[in-house]
């Protein structure tokens, strides 16, 4: 059964920093291509970050550019979201998710498996 386990949001003030984590279980990270979105309150889920299956290739949303950071722990079999300089626009609950092979990456809709998600407020 796969798993995925977001941890590290909480409350931060603007300009703050925040590692979010994504712990799998019941599937191999460097396997898959994975993804995090966000989804504030009354908004659609969005696209945040990308990296591939390598590894080699990350992706991310034009407004997070600079700011964040996604990486991959194969020995953990974890996925990181670093976040810097975070805007009170930054504020939502965090997902991460997992597909074997995307075509996509930006389309929440090309992934098969998802976490609970995870919050993160920031304060202006």
């Known amino acids: 059964q796969v798993q995925l386990v977001e941890s590290g949001g909480g409350l931060v003030q603007a300009g703050g920093s925040l590692r979010l984590s994504c712990a799998a279980s019941?599937?191999?990270?460097?396997?898959?291509?994975m993804g995090w979105f966000r989804q504030a309150p009354g908004k659609e889920r969005e696209f945040v970050a990308h990296?591939?299956?390598?590894?080699?290739?990350?992706v991310y949303t034009d407004s997070v550019k600079g700011r964040f950071t996604i990486s991959r722990d194969n020995a953990k079999n974890t996925v990181y979201l670093q976040m810097n300089s975070l805007k009170p626009e930054d504020t939502a609950v965090y997902f991460c998710?997992?597909?074997?092979?995307?075509?996509?990456?930006?389309?929440?809709?090309?992934?098969?498996?998802w976490g609970q998600g995870t919050q993160v407020t920031v304060s202006s």
């Open positions: 998710a997992a597909v074997i092979r995307i075509g996509m990456p930006t389309l929440a809709r090309g992934y098969d498996y």
């Open positions: 019941g599937l191999t990270v460097s396997s898959y291509a």
């Open positions: 990296i591939s299956r390598s590894g080699g290739t990350t």
